[in-house]
């Protein structure tokens, strides 16, 4: 079945508390992606952020960031007083995300509603608390006593505290117990409001695809709780970090600095940890996206202490084991007896097919340089992969993106949050790249807008079964619209659209396009069924 989507993270929404957030924008703009036709928004991941305010540099695996809690839906609940943070400044641009400020203000703020909220009165808080405690209790203590080191990572911490010594953890238990129960308050809130929000949505018929980041943070209360999941020496020190290796965008390639797996233990546990953390994804998403996912075919391991990715080297990761036992947990079908019948007959395969009704709902992110072994294992395991419509009419990047190459069974980007504006992309080409995409598309003039939209009408007009436009896109918006420039700091994770700028008529042009290109007819049926 043909289906489209709009990429907006939370965070990008308008509201008029410094970000977007669970308000009453969020439902408008559901509203407006059903008037559009859509059946999917895609979000970034809802972690709380950390280091340069990147989503996938969060403080938990599990936890959800309190900044998209919102603060007019506590004022209801007679939690806050409207006064007590209309007047604060949250920032003073609309069309971005100041942190810094968030941080100086957004938490006293819920401090407030904390203290009003008597949670350990509020049986249903209990029993989140209770159903929820795998996680739950270790990520409250964790930014607890993260506080009490003024915000330090675990490994700067006391030397009881940072080994977890048994003591020092009952120690901190009891003198920071109120801040513990603030912490656990803020992820109450957090999963009670975006529920309300989900099911809106799909009320609405849209499906949420949420992002899973393949890594964690080494600040976070998962690397501080669970050492034996990575690759640390017996002082809990990494031993070798992800990143990325050299190619042409940095000579240096990335450091990422997160902690690696260390795939053999998580092998003789079942794979465990990564089933629960998925059977936590799907309880906030419809589909999830794996983020890089060729880490699970090789890694790109650093030793730790380098200043760049230059010295490091790939290591072979878990493969279809980890897939194979995901599968088996969640009851789904033998990919791999399926796939090789497939192979061996000839015949293809839908995403519906092989990652259809009654089965999980993911798309791998194989994007990059794809070697065989990747492309097998994207393969085995059924799961759409992805193709980004910029990548084909760029010499700078790998692989072969044409779209005359694509399968059914994948999800088409025009880019994501990683990619430069479809706009502002066109006009950093080469010559030699520009001159390739506009006789493959016919664009007989330079017009900004005609030449977005002509992208976006070869995207929707793919043989992909899922097709997913950024919204900066379809607002045709330059540089300025950018969410992330991978291997920088600063200025990233800021953009936000403008209230009022997802017109109807916008809607309705998205809707007739999507419609011509047979992507209508699933959101038909599921408002209908609905």
């Given at each position: ?59 938990s695996a599990f936890a959800g960031n309190p900044y998209f809690i919102d603060l ?459």
């Amino acid at each position: 079945m043909r289906t489209c989507g709009i990429l907006l993270p939370v965070s990008s929404l308008p509201s008029p508390y410094g970000i977007g957030c669970f308000s009453k924008e969020a439902y408008e703009f559901i509203d407006h992606l059903a008037q559009a036709g859509q059946t999917y928004w895609q979000i970034l991941p809802l972690g709380p952020t950390g280091y340069g305010d990147s989503p996938y540099q969060s403080f938990s695996a599990f936890a959800g960031n309190p900044y998209f809690i919102d603060l007019d839906t506590l004022a209801q609940e007679g939690l806050l007083e409207k006064e007590e943070y209309e007047a604060l400044d949250f920032g003073t641009e609309p069309r971005s995300v100041d942190y810094a400020k968030l941080y100086q203000t957004r938490f006293e703020v819920l401090k407030n509603a904390f203290l009003r909220a008597k949670v350990e009165q509020n049986a249903e808080f209990l029993l989140f608390c209770e159903e929820q405690k795998e996680w739950l209790a270790d990520y409250s203590l964790y930014m607890a006593v993260k506080n009490r080191f003024g915000g330090k990572s675990w490994d700067e911490w006391d030397e009881d505290i940072r080994m977890r010594q048994l003591e020092a953890m009952e120690r901190y238990r009891r003198n920071c117990r109120e801040e513990i129960l603030y912490y656990s308050f803020l992820q109450y809130e957090f999963a009670k409001q975006w529920s309300a929000v989900k099911k809106y949505a799909n009320g609405q018929g849209i499906r949420i695809i949420g992002d899973i980041p393949i890594y964690v943070s080494f600040d976070s209360s998962d690397s501080w709780a669970n050492p034996e999941l990575f690759q640390f020496n017996s002082e809990r020190r990494p031993v070798r970090v992800a990143g990325c290796p050299p190619d042409v965008f940095s000579a240096d390639g990335q450091l990422w600095g997160n902690p690696l797996y260390d795939w053999d233990y998580h092998e003789k546990t079942g794979y465990s940890w990564w089933i629960g953390r998925l059977e936590h994804c799907f309880s906030l998403y419809d589909v999830v996206r794996i983020d890089h996912f060729r880490g699970f075919d090789e890694y790109f391991a650093i030793p730790y202490g380098d200043k760049t990715a230059a010295g490091g080297s790939w290591q072979p990761g878990p493969g279809m084991k980890l897939f194979h036992a995901i599968q088996e947990h969640f009851g789904q079908k033998d990919v791999q007896t399926r796939f090789d019948a497939q192979k061996n007959s000839g015949t293809g395969s839908s995403c519906k097919e092989k990652n259809g009704a009654g089965e999980l709902q993911i798309i791998a992110e194989d994007l990059g340089y794809v070697t065989e072994s990747v492309k097998r294992l994207v393969a085995e395991s059924g799961y759409p992969g992805m193709k980004v419509m910029e990548f084909a009419f760029d010499s700078r990047e790998a692989g072969d993106y044409m779209p005359y190459t694509y399968t059914q069974n994948c999800v088409v980007y025009t880019g994501t949050h990683d990619n430069q504006t479809l706009a502002a992309w066109y006009d950093e080409l080469t010559d030699e790249d520009r001159a390739l995409a506009a006789d493959y598309l016919c664009l007989k003039d330079e017009d900004r807008r005609e030449t977005v939209w002509a992208f976006i009408r070869m995207t929707l007009a793919s043989v992909a079964d899922t097709a997913i436009i950024p919204l900066q896109d379809y607002l045709c918006l330059g540089a300025e619209a950018r969410m992330n420039h991978p291997a920088t700091l600063g200025k990233n994770w800021t953009w936000r659209m403008l209230p009022g700028e997802f017109t109807e008529d916008l809607a309705e042009k998205i809707r007739h396009m999507c419609g011509m290109y047979g992507r209508l007819e699933i959101i038909e049926k599921g408002k209908k069924d609905c």
